[in-house]
């Protein structure tokens, strides 16, 4: 960092705090400096574990909301759809669902469930302008491109009265974690809780971000967190200790945002949900 970048997101000033990441003051973006290459990062191996087995609780929440707020259905893009398993649990829905995956090998699974599959990043995949009834990005802000310009593609790729939900990773949990992880504090246990990516976005980011793309009514709260532990992270804690602390964790934090009214969303994940106002598809 020469001292001249100014954050990606809201063009605020940034100051390295955790660990040499550069953070912005403003919205409090933490993001590893340097070009990215927005090349998905997935960990061999651990695919099925992490996209079939521990998101299908997260997928059917998803697909609760969307049927609840768009009840007639209709196009969905799912934005990073691995091998199409929220495609799948869409279509069964009765959604037209087609996706954007960047990984080879993932997008041929997507593909050979029957699913239409661009291999673009959503910014320069050329999609119709108004297409989509809805669009679900799960944990992909955090490694894209550019973020900023990904979420303006989304609202311009949304139908009036259109919704975007999104699932991503609270730096507001993992940045204060992985200072205590850089400290030690882990080190006996082998764990490694903390999830850092290109982007690690608070719930302040996410919303300017948002909101700088059009989108309104935006709702931010706490995710449930996986089931089991599929990344590994608790290492000697094992499987059902990990789970545990996380249940825990995820209880307390729900406990925070009831007394602070929404107002505060320390769980170590966050659902957002906006929607592009019907009164604004009307006007560039
Ligand atoms: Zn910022």
Known sequence: ???????????????????????????????????????????????????????????????????????????????????????????????????????????????????????????????????????????VFCVMDKPAAAAAEIYRLLKPGGIVYIRDFNAAFHLPLYRLELAGFFGFLGASPSVLHNFNFRAGTLRLMLERAGLRDIVIRNSRPTEGDPYGTGGRLGVFLAVALKILYYTLAQALWFVTFGRVCAGSSLIVTARKWPSDGHSP
């Open 1 to 139: 960092m020469t001292g001249k970048e100014l954050c990606p997101i809201c063009g605020g000033p940034l100051a390295i705090k955790y660990a040499g990441l550069p953070e912005c003051g403003r919205c409090g973006l933490a993001f590893r400096a340097g070009r990215y290459s927005g090349e998905p990062a997935y960990e061999p191996g651990l695919e099925d574990a992490i996209y079939s087995g521990a998101k299908t609780v997260l997928f059917r929440g998803a697909l609760d909301f969307l049927g609840a707020a768009a009840p007639r259905g209709g196009r969905l893009l799912d934005i990073g759809c691995a091998g199409g398993e929220l495609l799948k649990a869409a279509a069964a829905r009765g959604w037209l669902a087609e996706g954007i995956e960047l990984d080879p090998a993932l997008a041929a699974k997507a593909l050979a469930l029957g699913f239409k599959v661009y291999p673009r990043p959503v910014e320069e995949a050329g999609l119709e302008t108004g297409a989509y009834d809805a669009v679900t990005v799960f944990e």
